[in-house]
């Protein structure tokens, strides 16, 4: 059976994830990866079962039976890593965010385009199946005109001084952290659901580890151990640990976001309302299979995830009955399974899944709303 040969490059948190989602793909097979020396490329290829490693990612793009590149590295990298593979005639999935600037976004976006390759974002939270049936429901009138969207993305996971990861470096993650991290992730959950676009933002960071922590050796090296005070190095932190963001959306519609990464408890919650003329819908990503119905003359609904309730465009995205609980991994499963059925097929219509033009779009949004916090004033898209 013809399968299509992909490598991963990058084998941090997202890209394992990626290659197990690939691996619930009965038409594709991860057949090399590629990481930022040989000795970790060695280790992650043995550790994930795959027998093809590189220490240098250009040798896996000049590999002639790959046809297809995940991008899993650091955000810095991905620009670069993704014009070397366009021009090495590599269909590409990119990690967010695409690019470090706008510009750069345009120019992956022209040059895919020119080159016919297909490319996509991994803009997972929109497979969630719930959320294809709410951006049906919005379409079919049901929530009726959008009035207001509101919502937060809350993690811990950079809760203490002590905690410390490339992200909190602008030279590998630009010049935004939460925002570009994870507010884009809300942001294009939020306009895809909707359908309703941005037009104006205003934005205030705040910053409360001034300083961090920044361990000398490997965390490894002091797992299960109290680290000393010469275990570190002190980091000045200019980029923000939480984002207040209101919004003015081109319908008239307003909105407001908070991004946190420092909100105890709260690991890595999604969650919006839209509020409508005729409904009000609200998702959480801590219950993924449920959506809150809320409405003025009549009584409220929970709708579970369940294929035989939702509409075709939302059962495409479900692989098991309802009640049985699909989560993360899935989302990425279900992103890869669009994907990878376009790219084998006629390619006529319009994708369905993210491309590089989502992500340009998500740099447009996040340069606005930098330039925001910094005027402390209402800036137009
Ligand atoms: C860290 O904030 C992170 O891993 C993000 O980089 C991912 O995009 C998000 O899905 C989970 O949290």
């Given at each position: 059976m013809h399968k299509i040969k992909i490598g991963v490059i990058g084998t941090g948190f997202i890209g394992p994830a990626h290659i197990e989602a690939l691996r619930?793909?009965?038409?594709?097979?991860?057949?090399a990866l590629a990481d930022k020396d040989d000795q970790i490329a060695n280790a992650k290829a043995d550790e994930l079962g795959i027998e093809t490693r590189y220490g240098d990612y250009r040798k896996l793009l000049a590999?002639?039976?790959?046809?297809s590149v995940h991008i899993c590295t650091p955000n810095s990298f991905h620009y670069a890593m993704a014009k070397e593979a366009l021009e090495a005639g590599k269909n590409v999935v990119c990690e967010k965010p695409l690019a470090n600037t706008v510009a750069e976004a345009q120019e992956l976006v022209d040059l895919a385009e020119k080159k016919g390759l297909v490319n996509a974002v991994h803009f997972n939270v929109r497979y969630y199946p719930l959320m294809r049936q709410i951006r049906t429901m919005a379409q079919k009138g049901e929530l009726g005109e959008i009035f207001a969207i509101h919502g937060s993305y809350l993690q811990d996971?950079?809760?203490?001084?002590?905690?410390?990861?490339?992200?909190?470096e602008p030279a590998f993650s630009g010049k935004s952290r939460a925002v570009a991290d994870i507010g884009s992730h809300w942001m294009d959950l939020v306009e895809y659901v909707s359908g309703v676009r941005v037009a104006e933002v205003f934005a205030d960071f705040a910053i409360f580890h001034k300083n961090r922590k920044k361990p000398l050796k490997p965390i490894e090296t002091y797992a299960g151990k109290l680290l000393a005070p010469e275990d570190y190095k002190a980091v000045p932190i200019t980029t923000e640990d939480y984002a207040t963001v209101l919004f003015r959306f081109e319908n008239g519609a307003r909105g407001t976001l908070t991004v946190s990464q420092?909100?105890?408890?709260?690991?890595n919650r999604i969650y919006f309302e839209i509020d409508g003329s005729k409904e009000s819908v609200e998702w959480n990503s801590e219950s993924p299979n449920g959506v809150w119905i809320g409405r003025r003359d009549g009584n409220n609904q929970l709708m579970m995830k369940d294929p035989s309730l939702v509409y075709p465009e939302s059962r495409?995205?479900?692989?098991?009955?309802?009640?049985h609980q699909e989560g993360f991994p899935d989302t990425s499963k279900q992103l890869f399974k669009e994907y990878y059925a376009y790219l084998e097929?006629?390619?006529?219509?319009?994708?369905?899944f993210p491309t590089f033009r989502d992500g340009l779009r998500e740099l447009q949004l996040c340069e606005k709303i930098i330039e925001s916090n910094q005027k402390g004033q209402w800036v137009r898209l």
């Open positions: 619930r793909l009965p038409n594709v097979e991860v057949v590999n002639p039976e790959i046809t996971w950079l809760f203490y001084d002590t905690d410390y990861n490339w992200r909190l420092v909100a105890a408890g709260r690991k495409a995205l479900i692989s098991f009955p309802g009640g097929g006629d390619r006529k219509e319009k994708p369905k």
